[in-house]
């Protein structure tokens, strides 16, 4: 099993650019989130997407939007990229039935935006 | 919504010394505290875990403690050994209709010196 896998794993944009971060996993996880990372400020929940065919908004969603394409794949898509929006980013997974709640977390993007 | 605070940001020990790191919580129906390790340029990885109903638990050297009451938890670990060295994060999570919902705090870095 490959896990959590995420592309691109770096990426430098120019302000106002657009794209899109992937994230898969193959262990049959039924949630899965989008967390930045950014240093003295811990891990911030983006969106996340309780289950196939749902998402939500988390802590920190603007400027951001998710797609749920199935239930390995969950994206984040940045419409117009912005310097605050330079940051690690995490895709993580979890099973979240049968009393699991591990989130698993995939390698990370590092984004800079000029 | 929930919000986790974690003390120290960072921790200097020796090696063979014992480290704890606190967190506390603000919502009263988190009932999952995870724990996660970073180290250097990686993911976050699940280290140990516990839930409302219990007080504490172990696994090797490091324990978890937790008082509902004063909604606050911590992470012990004895012996520490330089391949401790990296970044704790805590987090709380209500779980509600089958998906849990984490909460992070800021991180701890915490240097076993050898």
Redesign the interface.
């Known amino acids: 099993n490959a896990g959590v896998t995420q592309t691109p794993k770096f990426q430098v944009l120019k302000t106002g650019q657009s794209m899109t971060l992937q994230c898969a996993q193959d262990m049959n996880h039924?949630?899965m989130?989008w967390?930045r990372q950014d240093p003295?400020?811990?891990?911030?929940?983006i969106y996340?997407s309780?289950?196939e065919g749902t998402t939500d908004k988390?802590?920190v969603p603007n400027g951001y939007n998710v797609s749920r394409l199935n239930k390995r794949e969950f994206s984040l898509r940045l419409e117009s990229a912005a310097p605050s929006q330079t940051s690690v980013y995490?895709c993580a997974s979890?099973p979240?039935?049968r009393g699991s709640?591990?989130?698993y977390?995939?390698?990370?993007t590092r984004l800079t935006v000029t | 919504g929930e919000n986790v605070e974690q003390h120290p940001s960072t921790l200097s020990v020796q090696e063979g010394d014992s480290a704890v790191i606190k967190c506390t919580y603000s919502d009263s129906a988190s009932n999952y505290f995870p724990w996660y390790k970073q180290e250097l340029g990686k993911r976050p990885q699940l280290i140990i875990d516990i839930r409302s109903n219990v007080g504490e638990k172990k696994d090797q050297r490091i324990a978890v403690t937790l008082n509902k009451t004063a909604k606050h938890f911590s992470l012990h670990i004895t012996e520490t050994q330089p391949e401790d060295s990296a970044v704790y994060f805590c987090a709380a999570s209500p779980h509600s209709g089958g998906y849990q919902k984490v909460t992070f705090g800021t991180g701890t870095k915490l240097q076993v010196i050898p």
């Open positions: 039924n949630s989130y967390y003295g400020m811990g891990l911030r929940l996340y309780a289950s988390g802590e995490f979890s979240s039935d709640y591990e989130q977390f995939g390698p990370g």
